[in-house]
């Protein structure tokens, strides 16, 4: 059964840090690019950063670069985002999703609410 557990989430006030985890299980962790993505209330859905199998290729949102860092570790299944200097614009349901390319599979975490507010 494929799984994909996010935590880390919370109320953080403004300024503030927080780092998420999605630990995976049920497939082969090491071979799909992994994302984050967020929604906020009354929005669409939005790419936050995407790490490739290995970890080589990374790439953020504009309005994240410079503030929010993915990272995996295959041996732990895990994907990483720390997310520093948080503004309450922040503030989003935050998805883990797993896509392998060439077998045409993907999957999505049951999402991790954060809340940036004083």
């Known amino acids: 059964q494929v799984q994909l557990v996010e935590s880390g989430g919370g109320l953080v006030q403004p300024g503030g840090s927080l780092r998420l985890s999605c630990t995976a299980s049920g497939f082969t962790f090491s071979t799909y690019a992994m994302s984050w993505y967020r929604q906020a209330p009354g929005k669409e859905r939005e790419l936050v950063a995407v790490?490739?199998?290995?970890?080589?290729?990374?790439n953020y949102a504009d309005s994240m670069k410079g503030r929010f860092a993915i990272s995996r570790d295959n041996a732990k299944n895990t994907v990483y985002l720390q997310m520093n200097s948080l503004k309450p614009e922040d503030t989003a349901v935050y998805y883990c999703y797993a896509v392998q390319h060439l077998l045409g599979r993907h999957y999505w975490g049951q999402g991790t609410q954060v809340t940036v507010s004083s």
């Open positions: 790490i490739s199998s290995a970890g080589g290729s990374i």
